[in-house]
């Protein structure tokens, strides 16, 4: 189990997990829509059972969608009843929106960046540092990729590209997950794998058949792929284990 610990002058908490030898490096972990949720936590848990030090910051606590918050949103979305799936739609365009403004963007790269700054400098560590994030997460794996050249490899699982990114700033290479029924997102990947190719970036998108949004979520069984959360876990120790640990 992990602790929390706290970025006072950004005004950010997160979730660390420490492995229990000496750190093969270190794994940003960034959350879904849903907040700190304990399925993110359990990632970390994961990465930090495969020899890194793992942190997840808690991005969306700072605008008040906290775990509990996106725990009874995602109750409400994903209930049997339609009544129930209805009332959440009001409730998750208010708890995002302040998300999906541009202030938002500007605070939090800045206090990603802060995390990095506080991995790279960690006992065993050594600079050697990668980041992981699911959708709203995929989006800001990316985002910080553009924006700090420490990061050593990133995996953003159906996540957009952010608008304010650009392609030519990432350094590192990049491995990215798609499920071919997710469309919305999807859709626009083979214009961002001809803008990383024009940007000289490393980097691969891998669409996986029959499934959509959201297929490596275990706590969301309408979504969850078993089999194709296990080929992409893989693939992404794998990735790290090439361009992150010692």
Not at 54 to 68: F, I, K, R, S
Not at 220 to 227: D, Q, R, V
Request: glycine letters at 10%; a negative charge.
């Amino acid at each position: 189990m992990g602790t929390m610990i706290d970025f006072p002058e950004h005004d950010l908490t997160a979730y660390r997990a420490d492995p229990s030898g000496q750190p093969r490096g270190a794994v940003v972990v960034i959350q879904e829509i849903w907040g700190l949720a304990d399925h993110i936590k359990d990632v970390a848990d994961r990465i930090a059972a495969e020899g890194y030090v793992a942190v997840a910051p808690d991005l969306l606590g700072h605008v008040g969608l906290t775990p509990e918050v996106g725990a009874r949103i995602f109750e409400l979305m994903f209930s049997a009843s339609e009544e129930d799936r209805l009332a959440a739609q009001p409730q998750m365009r208010a708890a995002t929106t302040p998300a999906r403004q541009p202030e938002f963007a500007a605070w939090a790269v800045p206090a990603l960046r802060a995390v990095v700054d506080a991995l790279v400098q960690g006992e065993g560590v050594d600079g050697r540092v990668g980041v992981v994030g699911f959708c709203f997460g995929g989006t800001y794996a990316y985002a910080l990729a553009a924006a700090d050249p420490r990061v050593r490899a990133a995996v953003p699982f159906y996540g957009t590209f952010p608008e304010n990114a650009d392609p030519a700033t990432i350094t590192c290479p990049v491995l990215a997950f798609y499920g071919e029924e997710d469309h919305g997102i999807t859709d626009g990947v083979p214009e961002l794998e001809s803008r990383m190719e024009q940007a000289g970036v490393d980097f691969t998108a891998r669409v996986y058949h029959g499934v959509g949004h959201a297929f490596f979520n275990d706590t969301s069984p309408s979504k969850y792929n078993a089999e194709v959360a296990a080929d992409a876990w893989e693939r992404t120790l794998a990735f790290f284990g090439e361009h992150v640990a010692r």
